[in-house]
């Protein structure tokens, strides 16, 4: 039987090259995005369209109540998005315990539908520091799979795959384009508008910016 695999997906150039790198190793793809309170809506849009396009077994979109928990420039609307700044602090559009709660959906969906391995987009490369992409946390969490659930505790191992974890930008790209990932179809800005528009100023977009310009390939995003 061919193996499945929870792919978490936002829509954005990361998740979808994770997505095509799942598929690419054979697995039957199942994504899974969020509501979550993100003032960004436009970006589920995105990963609506990508997972037709891509033929994923089933997307599911979520709702989550973390905006009412407010402490993020992404969720509270007291608090702007600002552009890059590039301090090396934790910029405000770190969502407190976003992975964990996204990863923990991930982990139940998984386990009802006889999955074993869970994919995310996550990279502490080119990235904006936030703590829950770190590789330490991610290999705290398989920890934490294998110890809650009831397939782990009978001995079926749960695997948290981070195929982009030490990848530049500019790496990630160029793996996505020999998978012919449609990267004009993506959406990473944390600003950006209904119409799918990017802002061009914030950090996703500037690290996404960054990218194509170091791979040497044209930048297809919409900006405003």
């Known amino acids: ?20 790198i799942a598929e690419s190793e054979g697995y039957e793809c199942y994504a899974l995005s969020f509501e979550y309170g993100q003032k ?48 090396g602090d934790i910029p405000t559009t770190y969502v407190p315990a976003r992975n964990t709660v996204f990863l923990s959906v991930a982990l139940g969906w998984a386990e009802v539908i006889g999955a074993f391995d869970i994919f995310i987009g996550a990279n502490d490369v080119d990235y904006s520091g936030y703590p829950d992409c770190r590789p330490e946390y991610l290999h705290a969490f398989e920890s934490v799979a294998n110890l809650a659930t009831k397939a782990g505790i009978e001995g079926t191992r749960y695997v948290i795959h981070a195929p982009l974890l030490r990848l530049t930008k500019r790496e990630i790209i160029q793996r996505g384009m020999k998978l012919g990932v449609d990267y004009a179809a993506t959406l990473s800005c944390y600003r950006a508008d209904s119409e799918g528009r990017a ?14 310009i170091e791979a040497g390939v044209a930048d297809p995003t919409r900006y405003l």
């Open 199 to 212: 802002c061009g100023k914030c950090d996703s977009c500037t690290y996404r910016r960054k990218g194509f």
């Open 1 to 20: 039987m061919q193996k499945k695999a929870v792919i978490l997906f936002s829509g954005g150039l990361d998740s979808t090259t994770c997505l095509a």
């Open 40 to 87: 960004h809506k436009s970006e589920l849009d995105a990963a609506k369209q990508i997972a037709q396009f891509m033929k994923v077994k089933k997307h599911a979109i979520v709702s989550l109540g973390l905006g009412s928990l407010s402490g993020s420039a992404l969720t509270d609307e007291k608090m702007d998005v600002m552009d890059y700044a590039g301090t």
